[in-house]
């Protein structure tokens, strides 16, 4: 299971990764954020 976080309502949803057609089940937006759990990356400007 891979956390994932949907653009449009920003919230945390779960799917399988092998699952194919992931949705929102709370909006039905099909965008979303990987989830990086507690990875405070700092990013340098290249
Ligand atoms: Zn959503």
Redesign the pocket.
Known sequence: MTGYK??????G?KFDVKNIGMQ??????KT?YKERPTVAKKIKAK
């Open positions: 949907c653009s449009l309502c920003k919230k949803v929102c089940p709370y909006c039905g937006s979303f």
